[in-house]
């Protein structure tokens, strides 16, 4: 049993760091009213491993308080992120094809929102959800699959548990 604590940690772990890297690695277009956030192929890993959830919700979270994210987009948009995990890992069974659809219908409603009241970005909010949303289908539907893809024959390699 401890093992397979210290793997979902060490996986949780790892995943959040690569998330932050991500995040401010490609910093110019990770954040703002249209956005491409690479971290965000990153949402299609809880169809691998359930550490991937909480990952990506700590990365995400790390990056949008280094990022220097207002208090409702470190809340709100992180948020996002987790719903998005949290559903992708519950699609886990079916097609890897719909594996990126909770994290762009989450982050495409809520970012939007935040942008408008928070940050006070004054475009339609529709046009935000539209903005976000073309960024999220690029990261997570187009880069998540193609991860998802190069992952997949790995999986057994990658994301075993470990032996109690």
């Known amino acids: 049993m401890k093992n397979k604590n210290v793997t979902f940690l060490t996986q949780a772990a790892m995943i959040a760091a690569i998330y932050v890297v991500l ?3 490609f910093r110019p277009f990770s954040f ?3 956005q491409v956030r690479i971290a965000e192929a990153l949402t299609i890993l809880p169809l691998f491993t359930p550490a991937a959830v909480p990952g990506v919700f700590v990365g995400c979270l790390i990056a949008n308080i280094i990022g220097g994210g207002i ?4 809340i709100f948009g992180s948020l996002a992120t987790l719903i998005g995990a949290v559903l992708t890992y519950r699609l886990r069974d079916a097609s890897p094809v719909l594996g ?3 994290p762009i219908a989450a982050n495409t409603i809520i970012v939007p929102f ?3 009241y928070g940050y006070g970005v004054n475009l339609p909010i ?3 959800m539209l903005t976000v949303g073309i960024g999220e289908v690029l ?7 193609i991860l998802y893809s190069a992952l997949k024959r790995y999986q057994t390699i990658l994301f075993r548990p470990t032996p109690v």
């Open 23 to 25: 995040t401010l690695l």
């Open 32 to 34: 703002g009213e249209i």
């Open 71 to 74: 208090l409702p987009d470190i």
């Open 100 to 102: 990126p659809v909770p």
């Open 114 to 116: 935040v942008l408008f």
């Open 126 to 128: 529709p046009f935000m």
């Open 139 to 145: 990261s997570c539907g187009v880069l998540g699959l």
